[in-house]
């Protein structure tokens, strides 16, 4: 069992902004709703902040009370409007082929619901071994733990968050909304420039054995 965990650890990575730069689609996404509603939506300001929930910013544009409707019309739009517009980050398919090369198994844990978090990896022909969306920072560690997940990876402090409830090592990219300072504030155990870096890290890391933090 010992042996196994070390030459194939499961690696969990976070979606957007992490593996895939999804602000064209969600833009576009966002431009139809808003289009469709009658309702003013900064789709600029949107993409500036991803990671959270839905929900989270649909508060910013829609009272409470509309706030379910308007996430499940956005949701049908999704495939749409957001799929195809959407682009791998550079180095994402090769950061989860170098864990699935070692023998390990590369999760995908995300915020974003999980059937389109799925047309995402099928449109860019990634193949992960697992995705699991609809969790949201220390809700993601729960996953991340079911799976056995001794990392994870991701651009958001809420990431570092759910790392840390999975007890797994926290590798950050300064990818998203958060910077590097940022990321590393909140805990993060690595902080790479993007995933083109993670196969060379990624060849020297060993399981259980944590940098130290300042």
């Given amino acids: 069992m010992a042996s196994a965990s070390i030459t194939a650890p499961t690696v969990g990575f976070d979606l957007d902004m992490t593996l895939i730069d999804s602000r ?19 789709a600029d300001l949107v993409v500036t902040r991803l990671g959270p929930p839905l929900e989270e910013e649909m508060a910013y544009w829609f009272p409470a009370d509309r706030i379910p409707a308007m996430s499940g019309l956005y949701r049908e739009l999704y495939p749409s409007y957001a799929i195809t517009g959407t682009l791998a980050m550079p180095g994402a398919r090769e950061a989860i082929g170098a864990v699935q090369a070692a023998g390990g198994r590369a999760i995908v844990v995300t915020a974003k619901w999980e059937p389109n978090a799925k047309l995402h990896m099928e449109h860019l022909g990634m193949e992960p071994d697992a995705v699991v969306g609809n969790l949201w920072a220390e809700q993601k560690g729960e996953a991340l733990r079911e799976h056995g997940a001794s990392v994870y990876v991701g651009d958001h402090t809420g990431d570092v968050r759910g790392a840390r409830i999975a007890e797994a090592l926290s590798v950050a990219v300064p990818t998203g909304p958060c910077t590097a300072e940022e990321l590393s504030e909140a805990g993060a155990d690595v902080v790479l420039g993007d995933l083109t870096e993670f196969p ?10 944590l940098p130290a933090r300042a």
């Fill in 24 to 42: 064209p689609g969600i833009h576009a996404c966002w431009v139809e709703l808003s289009e469709r509603t009658g309702t003013y939506v900064d």
């Fill in 200 to 209: 060379g890290w990624f060849s020297d890391y060993r399981p259980g054995c």
